[in-house]
């Protein structure tokens, strides 16, 4: 066990971390103890710039004042109010604020408390929905190969990672999986969304002509797949999507937990592309990461298909003791009144040329396989080393925090970066050059 310093905890062994090796972070811990606008601070008083928005999610920047002092009044207003058969006006109050901010005909939010809860609420939201309207044989879910949609048995049921689905059986039947978008040899080194690809979309035909059209219920896929890597969609590939499943009666569902909020330049993917979903799943951005939240906004005709039967039944079985917390409710409309009032989301469409050129600027660095990037959102593939696959991208993430000061995210031999989006275009030269740094040193 590590020796213990003035701020660190004496006992690491109690605390099972999600997605980390234990071990070898145990042996070596990365702690960190505050936090304030583009930085972090470790236990022993080591300043670091955010490279990743803390998980994808500290959009508006690290303890920021307005936040604060919204958590704080509520936490010593109201703690806690039930949400079934109850409410309160802050509820109401953030979700049309949401709704406002997402494309028309999306008018109603389903509050939850993380983005995996957000993916499995819109799966059975569809389910269901299909089931009321009197197409109950719609029951099958198509996700794609290297989505990332959370960890409920839904989410990582329609997700196309392998190591989030191997250890856990069978999970749910009736699921189906597009081609993944990305194939490094015809897109590499692209900014934005690449050129080649959009006719994957057309594979969702063939899974239509194998299980027929009256058994599909919904598609879910990320508009910029994050956790896998910062795989963009290809051009015209979300609008031909959008096509064959309004042929089809296919309910199509955005996963924005990633894209929400501004991190692509607008306050959700959909108006990027310019295309209307049934649904969209957020959290993360939509607090700034500040108090757990998340939720699903959902087109007035799904809504209304369940506002049906007497007014005093319960339309929809479904939802969470914490759906709608008064805490992160107050959290939400200061973060949603920050992104207005410091024009966030037109600053990081401002900013998404000068992080290309960036991050493209270290292209020939040794063992750089890739670099893709769009928004304020990038990854750098690495050459793995003969250690074995993701240890390299573990040891340039590691030395960057040790040694350069700058906080990036390893996903396997990938190294993300996703900065909050009150960063400047000399905050972004600095985290670059520091993952230079790391990338040479570590080798």
Request: proline share 5%; aromatic share 6%; net charge negative.
């Given at each position: 066990m590590p020796v213990a310093t003035a701020t660190a905890p004496n006992d690491l062994a109690a605390y099972w971390m999600p997605f980390t090796p234990n071990r070898a972070f145990k042996a070596a811990p990365r702690l960190l103890a505050r936090a304030k606008d583009m930085h972090y601070e470790t236990v022993d008083g080591r300043r670091l710039i955010d490279g990743a928005a803390g998980l994808w999610c500290c959009n508006a920047g690290h303890n920021r004042?307005?936040?604060?002092?919204?958590?704080?009044?509520?936490?010593?207003?109201v703690d806690f109010v039930p949400p079934f058969q109850f409410a309160h006006p802050q509820a109401f109050e953030l979700a049309s604020r949401v709704a406002a901010l997402a494309p028309d005909t999306l008018d109603h939010v389903f509050f939850c408390n993380s983005g995996s809860e957000a993916v499995d609420t819109a799966l059975k939201i569809a389910l269901a929905c299909h089931n009321v309207r009197g197409a109950g044989t719609r029951t099958r879910l198509i996700g794609r190969e290297r989505g990332y949609h959370g960890v409920g048995f839904g989410g990582i049921s329609v997700g196309g990672m392998v190591n989030n689905r191997?250890?856990?059986?069978?999970?749910?039947?009736?699921?189906?999986?597009?081609?993944?978008?990305?194939?490094?040899?015809?897109?590499?080194?692209?900014?934005?969304?690449?050129?080649?690809?959009?006719?994957?979309?057309?594979?969702?035909?063939?899974?239509?002509?194998?299980?027929?059209?009256?058994?599909?219920?919904?598609?879910?896929?990320?508009?910029?797949?994050?956790?896998?890597?910062?795989?963009?969609?290809?051009?015209?590939?979300?609008?031909?999507?959008?096509?064959?499943?309004?042929?089809?009666?296919?309910?199509?569902?955005?996963?924005?937990?990633?894209?929400?909020?501004?991190?692509?330049g607008t306050a959700f993917a959909a108006e990027r592309y310019g295309v209307v979903p049934d649904m969209i799943t957020f959290a993360k951005g939509v607090t700034s990461g500040t108090v757990p939240m998340g939720g699903v906004i959902v087109k007035d005709?799904?809504?209304d298909a369940f506002m049906q039967g007497p007014p005093h039944a319960i339309e929809l079985f479904h939802g969470y003791t914490y759906s709608a917390h008064p805490l992160a409710c107050a959290a939400g409309l200061a973060t949603l009144?920050?992104?207005?009032?410091?024009?966030?989301?037109?600053?990081?469409?401002?900013l998404e040329p000068v992080l290309a050129d960036a991050v493209m600027g270290l292209r020939n660095l040794p063992g750089i396989r890739d670099i893709r990037c769009v928004g304020l959102a990038a990854a750098i593939d690495?050459?793995?080393?003969?250690?074995?696959?993701?240890?390299?991208?573990?040891?340039?993430?590691?030395?960057?925090?040790?040694?350069?000061?700058?906080?990036?995210?390893?996903?396997?031999?990938?190294?993300?970066?996703?900065?909050?989006?009150?960063?400047?275009?000399?905050?972004?030269?600095?985290?670059?050059?520091?993952l230079a740094a790391a990338i040479k040193a570590a080798g």
């Open positions: 004042e307005p936040i604060v002092k919204a958590i704080q009044k509520s936490a010593a207003t191997k250890h856990f059986g069978s999970l749910l039947a009736g699921v189906d999986h597009l081609p993944a978008t990305y194939d490094r040899e015809k897109q590499a080194f692209t900014k934005g969304e690449p050129d080649w690809g959009a006719h994957l979309a057309d594979d969702l035909e063939r899974i239509v002509a194998l299980h027929d059209a009256s058994t599909i219920a919904a598609v879910i896929v990320e508009p910029m797949a994050g956790s896998t890597g910062v795989l963009p969609a290809p051009k015209g590939y979300l609008q031909k999507l959008r096509a064959i499943c309004d042929k089809h009666g296919i309910l199509l569902i955005f996963d924005e937990v990633i894209t929400g909020f501004g991190r692509l005709a799904i809504h009144n920050l992104y207005r009032d410091e024009n966030l989301f037109a600053k990081a469409k401002a690495l050459e793995p080393n003969a250690r074995g696959a993701g240890v390299r991208g573990l040891a340039v993430m590691d030395h960057a925090f040790r040694h350069e000061g700058v906080l990036v995210r390893a996903a396997g031999d990938s190294i993300a970066l996703s900065p909050p989006l009150i960063v400047t275009q000399a905050q972004i030269g600095e985290i670059t050059d520091k």
